[in-house]
Structures are given as structure tokens and as C-alpha cells.
């Protein structure tokens, strides 16, 4: 499984609507840091709207979906970096232009892929 996100400072989130449907669930014992991840997502049609890691306080992983300004999507929310990706499907062959990490980048493994 994999998806493709992007990360905020929590100063810049902000709800155009329905606020007051999120709910969250916090999880620990499958995240590889050992960091609780809160999923928010919309209490009503269970769709995931953005993650919180105590690992990265003050950031909101956001799932590019959920931005609905494709000009974003063609500039911004660019992928810079694809991790992970030992874990790849076979059938996605990569983010064109992205750094390609075997792991979690972010959580400090930095060994590239040689493809």
C-alpha cells in the first residue's frame, strides 16, 4: 500500500468546512519509530484527511487527495522525495524527478536506491 502526501506546518491548515466531523484514532505499535501517529479523518465517510506524528510536532502529513487545486498538484505537491520504496509495487516504476530512499527518509535512513 502506499500514498502520496505532503507536509504542513499546523499554522497553515485550515478547514474550508466540516471541522466539526473530524474524529481521531492514535496508534503507536505499528509505527517503525515507535512515535504515535493520530489519524484525523471525517467521522462521517471515514475518509483520512491528514496524520499527526509526535515525532514532528507542529506538522500535519496531508494527503495530497484531499487538495482539490490541481495547479497545486502540477507545481507544489510536486514529489521531491519517494521513500520507502523497497516496499514498492512492481508496477509503479517511481516519482519522476523524486529522490528515491530504500526507507523512511525523514525518520533519518538515507540510504538511496541504485535504480
Known sequence: MFASNFTIRDTSL?????????????????????????????????????RVSS??????????????????????LKPQVEQFIKDRVAWFKGAEGAEQYKGNFYGGETEKSAA
Open 55 to 76: 515525532g514532528w510536532p507542529g506538522t500535519a502529513i496531508m494527503r495530497i487527495g484531499q487538495v482539490d487545486d490541481l495547479t497545486l498538484h502540477r507545481t507544489a
Open 14 to 50: 485550515k478547514y474550508v468546512r466540516g471541522q466539526d466531523k473530524i474524529k481521531t484514532f492514535a496508534m503507536t505499535k505499528t509505527i517503525a519509530t515507535g512515535n504515535t501517529m493520530t489519524n484525523y479523518f471525517c467521522g462521517d465517510c471515514g475518509s483520512l484527511m491528514y
